[in-house]
């Protein structure tokens, strides 16, 4: 059992570091090609014309985004709630999109590409 912890210890910080930097807008336009955003209770389409259209937990979520030196910058609203503008890093491991506030100095979500 031992040998099994220090194996999964092991393999942990490897795993932590696989998410990459996605920097430009075609490489992020060509991820979302066709594919939604996903987590529980959250479907997103992220349009390449710069919209932003799904739901989340049964709202209505609408916003507008652009790629902006590096970063995808977007305003968002949760039903009549508006999240306001911000631009966040981007980071893809397979199918797992990492989304991370404040140019990736604030927290982060994971979405699953679908």
């Avoid at 099994?4 to 992020?28: G, H, K, M, S, Y």
């Avoid at 389409?45 to 030196?69: C, K, L, N, Y």
Wanted: charged fraction near 20%; glycine fraction near 10%.
């Amino acid at each position: 059992m031992r040998m099994i912890a220090v194996f999964l210890t092991f393999l942990l910080p490897t795993q932590a570091l696989a998410f990459e930097p996605i920097t430009n807008r075609d490489a992020f336009v060509n991820l979302l090609s066709d594919r939604a955003l996903t987590r529980t209770g959250i479907t997103l389409d992220v349009t390449p014309d710069g919209m932003i259209r799904g739901r989340a937990f049964g709202v209505r979520v609408s916003g507008e985004w652009q790629w902006r030196d590096g970063y995808f910058c977007r305003t968002l609203f949760h039903g009549p709630r508006d999240l306001g503008a911000n631009c966040q890093l981007v980071q893809v491991n397979g199918n797992t999109l990492r989304f991370t506030l404040d140019k990736g100095a604030g927290d982060y979500a994971d979405l699953s590409l679908r």
